[in-house]
Structure formats: C-alpha cells, structure tokens
C-alpha cells in the first residue's frame, strides 16, 4: 500500500495517534490543563494537513472532498472550544483526568469519518466512534448521579438508533447488492421506489432523527443536555449534530436523491413538528441548559430545511447555519460555565437576576448569544436563518419558510426571557462569583467575536459554504 492510497486519510490517521499520545501523556503528565493544550495543537496539524487530503480512498468508500472537509472544520472548532471551555471546569468538578481530552480528540475523529464516508459500512464505524465516546464522555462527572443518568439514557437510546440504522443498511444491501452511497442512488434511480426500499429509507430516517434530535425522537436530548459536564453539553449539541446532519446529506441526497419527492413530505412533517416542540417546550423550562436543550432541537428542525430544498443553494444554507450555530451554542455555554463556582451551578434562569448589575460584561455577552440564537440582527444567528429561509422560498416552498418564521419569532420569547432576568430584575442576595479563566475567557472572546463579525460580514462564509456544497 502506497502513500497515496491512503492518502485521503492524512487527517484522521494523524488524529488518531494524536489521541492515542495524548492519553499516553495523561500518565505522566501531573497538570492535566497541559494535556489539553496538546490536543489543541493535534488539531491544529491535522487542519494542517486537510486542503492536502482530497481525494479517494479504498475505492470511494472514503470520500475527501469540500463537502466533508467544510465539516470537519465545524469539528475542529467544536474540539478546540469545548477544550478551553473545560480546563478550569473540570477542576471545579474535581474530575480533571486527562483520558477527557483524548475522548473528545476520539470522538472528533468518528465525526470526521462520518462527513468523508462514502459507504454506508464507513458512516456506521464513524457513527460508533463518535457515539461510544460520547457516551463516556456524558457520565464523565462520576460522582454526580445526574450525569450517570445522562450516560445511561444517552446509551439506551443511542443503542436502539444505531441497530435502526444497522437494519436499514441490511434492508438497502439485500434490495441493491451494495453499501456504496453512489452506487446505491444509482441502483435506486434503476430500480425506482418498492416497499421495502420505503421501509429502509424510514429506517435510516429514524436513525438520523435519533442522532440530530428531530422529534419525536428527541427525548434523550433534554435530560442528557442537563446531565452531562456543561462543556459536553456545548460539545454535542453542535458536533455529533453536524456530524449527523453531514452524513444525512450525503445519504439522502446522494444515495436517495432520485427518490426525493417520495421522502421529502415525510421530512417536511419531521421539521415542522421539530420546530414545534423544541420552540414551544422551551418556553416552560426554567433550567437554561434544559431550555438549550429544546433550543437545540429546534435549531435542527430549521437546519434539516436545507436538506429539504437540496441541491446547491439548500445544502449551503444548511452548512452555513450549522457552521453559526456551533459559535452561538457554545458561546451561551460558556457564559453559564462562567457562572460555575464552589457551591453554585448558575444553571437555573433565577440565577441570571440582575446580572447586568452584578457582571455588566457577561450579561452583555450571553444577550449578544440569546440574540444570535433568537435570530435578530446584527448577528451571525440573523444571517443564519435569513439564508435558509430564502432558500425555502426559492424552492417554491413559501408556506413552510412562513411557518418556520413563525415559529423563530416564538423562539424569541424564551431567549429574551433570559436578557429580561439580567437586565430588567434586581440581583437576589450576594453577586455570584465568575470562575473565569484565561482559557475559558478565550473562548468567550473567540465565540462573541464570531458571532458579530459574520453577523456583520458574512460574504467569506458563504462563499465558502456554496463552495463547499457545490
């Protein structure tokens, strides 16, 4: 085997064995925040290494191309600010082992396989990398039985999704006598639609729905979201979600393309039932990562919108709004991490009374972030969701963007629900006490910075995102 063979590969092989240093340094290393630092520098080699892996390999059942490297900087960015917002967590928590930062990198590199895959057998390796370290990951905190509840239902229910899938892929082997994606939407445009090729694609339909948390098969998103380590809470929602939807993209569009018309009106359902129940849930939840939470929900309700338009203009709204979201998400995180110390979890929505007064810049931070996600402008969220929705409409499908800009303007309520606590009520006995670090202060600046600036100058990424879904 020559090094052009495998050449395609270059990025996830050196992942790889940077995890696999890292968790050997985890031994000898006493100051774990350090670990961290050399999982942020293997990222930073491997984003090296991508613009020199496109190509093909092992026939095509792993595919490098714009589409899956667009992705994988989604991942790295996720990676890279889940680690800085972790470092002075996980002391707080008093559970900083350096075996975290090698299953985020192990988690990260099953996400990079999902986006490069190009055989259904490939996306389901990738698909149980991701997932197996996810699940450890979520019950990370060993003494806190909230997290163990979180890892337990993540498990429970990540298991049933992923033999949904494996049942789907034994339907769609049997009926065109191959996994290869290309060849699969080549056999399926030939053969047309049957039942049991309708029953496969519902199956993988589901499976999907599981990972992005389309309802109704969102309900392990809320309770896992609460659970978790809060920077594995910022870490899901954004990267095993744009994991899924970049595998759903390829599948469906690619694999499935030239049956369309057949599963876009179930999808079409998917959606909008998302977007309802994650916008309208929220609104009761008192608990702001439980409110991210259905949040989060919703935001996949619009995201899958791009899949519905397809082609070039739906699938690049599509990234584009993934590629903000990660920003946005993970920056309303950190502000709550912010507001972690000894003794106070600043997690319940009571917690943000008078914040403005109290800490006038993390106020003012956590506003830009509900804005961002609310979708008013200045922002990146804005920006975000106008795209999409345009590219709804030049799909000819002006009924659902208008019931998709009805539900966005629901979502505001519970987003500047948050921005009154902080500005419109006083502060209730002594101010809290922010546990900022340099690292997780980066993070904030990197997150807050992002958001204004595409909100204010987005022409770069959307050129590249129509590039890369071109």
């Known amino acids: 085997m020559n090094i052009s063979t495998v050449g395609p590969l270059l990025p996830e092989i050196i992942m790889a064995a940077s995890a696999l240093l890292v968790l050997l340094f985890e031994l000898v290393i ?3 925040e350090t670990v961290g630092l050399l999982s942020i520098i293997s990222v930073a080699i491997v984003a090296y290494y991508i613009p020199q892996s496109f190509g093909k390999a092992f026939g095509g059942m792993f595919i490098s191309d714009s589409y899956s490297v667009f992705f994988k900087f989604i991942f790295f960015i996720n990676l890279i600010l889940t680690v800085l917002l972790s470092m002075r967590y996980l002391v707080i928590e008093k559970a900083n082992h350096g075996e975290y930062y090698a299953l985020i990198m192990f988690s990260t590199l099953g996400m990079m396989i999902m986006a490069s895959a190009g055989d259904l057998i490939v996306l389901y390796l990738g698909l149980e990398l991701m997932a197996l370290s996810t699940y450890v990951l979520a019950g990370f905190i060993r003494h806190d039985i909230r997290s163990n509840e979180a890892a337990l239902k993540y498990f429970l229910l990540g298991a049933f999704s992923s033999a949904l899938f494996l049942y789907g892929i034994t339907m769609i082997y049997g009926l065109t006598g191959t ?32 990972k992005i948390a389309l309802a109704p098969f969102h309900m392990w998103a809320p309770d896992v979201y609460e659970g978790a380590p809060t920077p594995i ?30 599963w876009t009106g179930i999808l079409i359902v998917l959606s909008i039932l998302t977007m309802a129940v994650g916008n309208i849930i929220a609104i009761q939840q008192s608990n702001i990562k439980r409110m991210l939470a259905y949040s989060s929900v919703a935001h996949a309700g ?15 709204a599509m990234m584009n709004y993934l590629f903000i979201y990660a920003f946005m998400n993970i920056g309303a995180f950190a502000v709550v991490i912010m507001l972690r110390s000894k003794g106070f979890q600043g997690e319940e929505l009571e917690d943000y009374k008078g914040l403005a007064r109290t800490h006038p810049l993390a106020a003012a931070m956590m506003l830009i972030f509900m804005f961002s996600l609310a979708g008013i402008p200045p922002t990146a969220g804005f920006i975000g ?23 966005s303007a629901i979502s505001a309520y519970f987003y500047l629900r948050v921005v009154m606590y902080m500005y419109m009520l006083e502060p209730e006995g002594e101010a809290v006490t922010l546990s900022l670090s ?4 980066l993070a904030l600046f990197i997150t807050t910075l992002a958001v204004i600036f595409i909100g ?6 959307l050129s590249f995102a129509r590039l890369a879904a071109g």
């Open 385 to 407: 969701k106008f795209y999409l929705f345009k590219a709804v409409i030049g799909a000819g499908y002006i009924w659902l963007a208008v019931v998709a800009v009805i539900f």
């Open 438 to 441: 340099p690292s997780l202060g």
């Open 233 to 262: 809470t910022a870490f899901m929602s954004v990267g095993p979600k744009a994991a899924g939807f970049a595998a759903f993209g390829r599948v469906f569009l690619t694999g499935f393309g030239p049956l369309s018309a057949d």
């Open 456 to 461: 204010i100058y987005p022409s770069p990424l």
């Open 30 to 32: 006493r100051k774990k």
């Open 179 to 210: 996994t290869d994606i290309s060849l699969i939407g080549a056999a399926v445009a030939e053969k047309g639609l049957s039942t049991p090729m309708f029953l496969a694609i519902i199956f993988l339909m589901v499976a999907f729905g599981f």
């Open 302 to 316: 619009y995201a899958v919108l791009g899949i519905i338009v397809g082609g070039t203009e739906g699938i690049a």
